[in-house]
């Protein structure tokens, strides 16, 4: 399985208003493993960036002077990303950006990332699996024990490094059940194992009754249409 882990920079925070991408970066995992394989172009955007745009990445007009336009890259771009899966923290809006590029290519098939990608949204499935948490790329490094010290300021490649260990991170294992004093819970590397002695008694292994396991599915229908995946344990089950 092949997955692009990506981030843009911007000019600002809308493409109806005609701001472009910069940067973009992105981080290649094959088999849940990284590759090294990774992508970054800087874009001249042919505009203005806002100063709060600037203040998040540092990225400026005199820097991106002379870098290729978005046409001149589209190919190299795309080629990459190609029928892989991709990993984006807020996908909606660095999807919007690219698919604003993509539609301003002359004497290509209008076409959007959609029709070429499959497309997770780490930020969701972060908010699913850590309710009423704050779920920012840093609450994410914090909670996960990922290091993210370097990160002064954003970059495309920086926090699609960043995010690759994350999502690696949250998609590949269970947490501990305390949390930290700041509520966040800490990643695997912060937990310690006991291995239990040889000699240990057997383990009592107590069965649900009839009347526990119709009340357990009756539990799992309330999931099924909360859940807009639906129950955890029944895809879980089905897939096995």
């Known amino acids: 399985m092949r997955q692009i882990v990506l981030d843009t920079e911007t000019t600002g925070l809308e493409p109806e208003q005609g701001h472009r991408v910069i940067e973009v970066g992105a981080v290649e995992l094959v088999d849940r493993r990284i590759t090294g394989n990774n992508l970054q172009l ?73 029709e070429l990608c499959a497309v997770t949204d780490s930020l969701a499935l972060a908010r699913r699996k850590h309710p009423g948490q704050k779920n920012s790329l840093d609450a994410l490094c914090r909670r996960y024990g990922v290091d993210n010290s370097t990160r002064e300021l954003h970059g495309a490649l920086l926090d699609a490094e960043i995010l690759a260990d994350v999502y690696l991170a949250m998609t590949g294992g269970q947490l501990s059940l305390f949390g930290d004093e700041d509520g966040d819970r800490p990643g695997a590397a912060d937990e310690e194992f006991v291995r239990l002695p040889e ?27 909360a859940a807009a995946e639906g129950a955890l344990w029944r895809r879980a089950a089905a897939a096995a």
């Open 42 to 114: 800087y874009i001249d955007p042919q505009r203005d960036i806002d100063d709060a745009a600037f203040e998040v990445h540092g990225l400026d007009a005199d820097f991106l002077a002379g870098k290729p336009k978005f046409a001149d890259v589209a190919e190299q771009f795309l080629g990459f990303i190609k029928d892989a899966d991709l990993i984006i923290h807020n996908a909606p809006f660095d999807i919007s950006f690219i698919d604003y590029e993509l539609s301003l290519l002359e004497g290509q098939r209008k076409t959007s990332i959609d």
């Open 199 to 225: 000699d240990r008694p057997p383990i009592l292994v107590l069965r649900a009754s009839a009347d526990e396991l119709i009340r357990h599915e009756a539990y799992l229908d309330v999931l099924d249409s």
